[in-house]
C-alpha cells in the first residue's frame, strides 16, 4: 500500500513539473529522485512523449463561428458590460 501511494506521489509530481507548477527547489528534488532511479526517469520520458504526441500529431478542429457566437451571447448575459 505505501509503494503504490508513494509510485501516485511521484506521478503527481512528474505531471506537476511537466507543467511548470513546481517550485525551484521542488523541481530539483524531484530531478534528483529521477535521476537516482532509472524506471522513475522512464516515467518522466513516458509523459513527456505522450505529451508531445499530443500536442503535435492530435488536429484541432476549430469552433464553428455559431458556436463562438453562441458563447460570446452567454458571457455578455452573465457578465453585462
Known sequence: MRI???????VQKVM???DNEL???AERDLL????????YMELLDQEQSFRELIKN???RRKPSPALVQSI???IKIVAPI
Open 4 to 10: 503504490d501511494q508513494n509510485y501516485q506521489d511521484l
Open 16 to 18: 506537476m513539473y511537466l
Open 23 to 25: 517550485s525551484e527547489s
Open 32 to 39: 534528483k529522485e529521477l535521476r537516482s532511479n532509472p524506471a
Open 57 to 59: 500529431k492530435l488536429q
Open 72 to 74: 460570446k451571447d452567454k
